[in-house]
C-alpha cells in the first residue's frame, strides 16, 4: 500500500472511532495504547492491563479513558499512530508489541510518558539508559525474550534428541530480529545442534515457511517472539500441527489453541506491572526515576494433546518441571 493511501485511509478511518475519543474525554486523563499487533489475540493481555490500572487506583471510564491503536502486525502503521496520540495530548503512552511500537512512541514525542513492553534489552534498543535509571521519557517491562531462547531451545532438545536440525521462524521487520538470530545460533551451538532460519513478515510467508522446514528437514521448531506471530497464532498451531513439527512457542496462549510446548514469562503478569507503572505516573511520578522491571516468574507448559497426536512420549523432567500440563 503506498503512504499516501494508507494516510487516507488511516484519516477515514478515524472518523468511525467511538465518541469517547481523546479530545471529548479532556475532563479525565487519557492513556494511548499503542500496539504492534491485533486486539483479539492481546485480549488477555489488556484485561490484565485494566487489572493493574484497578489495583493502582483507577476505574476506565471514570478516572481515565483509554484509546487504543492497533497496528495488526503493519509495522509501518505505528508512527502515524503514535503521532496521532502525541497531537491528541495523551497522558502517558503505553507501547506494546516489542520494540517496533516503543521506538515509534519514542520518536514521536519527549515530553510524554511512555511506558512500554518489550521482549528486547531496552538498553540496546535504545529506548532508556539503563535498567536501574532509564532516563528520558521511557520506562516499562522488559522480559529480554533473547535470554530464553537457550532455555527453549534446551526443552526442545530434551523432547526430541535425535532432531538435529531445529527450524526457527523469525520476523526480519522486527528491530530485534538480527541479536536474536544471534543468539538463537550461539544457544544452538552450545547444544550441538543445527538451526535453519526462515524469515516470515506476513500472512503470504507462512506457508512457504513451514514447506522450507519440511525439505530441509528440521525435526522441531522455535517460533521467535514478534507481535506478528502473536496475531498469527492459531495459523502457526495449525501449521505445526499440519508439518508434524514439534514447537515451542515464546506464551501458554499458543499451547491453549493446540500448541505442543511453551516456556516464557507470564506474560500477563506483565502487563499488569506496566499498568501500575502507568498509575504511578499519572500520580505524578517520573519515568526517569522508575526502573524497568524484570519478571521474575516463568512457565513450562505442555499440551499433551498435541504430543499424542505426533506420536510424542514427553520426558518425565519435562512433565514433573512443568507449571501445566494440558490434558
Known sequence: MRRREFIAIFAGAAGTWPCDTLAQQSAIPVIGFLSSASPKP???????????????GYIE???????????????DRLPVFAADLVSQKAAVIVSSGGDVAALAAKAATSSIPIVVVTGSDPVKAGLVASFNRPGGNVTGASFVATELETKRLELLRDLVPSTAV???????????????????????????????????SNESDLEAAFATLAQ?????LLLSTDAFFTSQRDRLVALATQYALPA?????????????MSYGPIINEVYRQAAIYTGRILKGEKPADLPFVRPTKFELVVNMKTAKALGLTVPPLILARADEVIE
Open 248 to 260: 515451542i512457542y515464546p506464551w501458554r496462549e499458543f499451547v491453549e489453541a493446540g500448541g505442543l
Open 166 to 200: 531445529i527450524g526457527v521462524v523469525i520476523n526480519p521487520t522486527n528491530p530485534a530480529a538480527e541479536s536474536r538470530a544471534k543468539d538463537v545460533q550461539m544457544a544452538a551451538r552450545t547444544l550441538d545442534r543445527d538451526i535453519y532460519i526462515v524469515n516470515v
Open 216 to 220: 530441509q528437514p528440521a525435526g522441531a
Open 61 to 75: 471510564g471514570r478516572d481515565l479513558a483509554i484509546e487504543f491503536r492497533w497496528a495488526q502486525g503493519q509495522y
Open 42 to 56: 492481546y485480549a488477555g493481555r489488556v484485561a490484565a492491563f485494566r487489572k493493574g490500572l484497578n489495583e493502582a
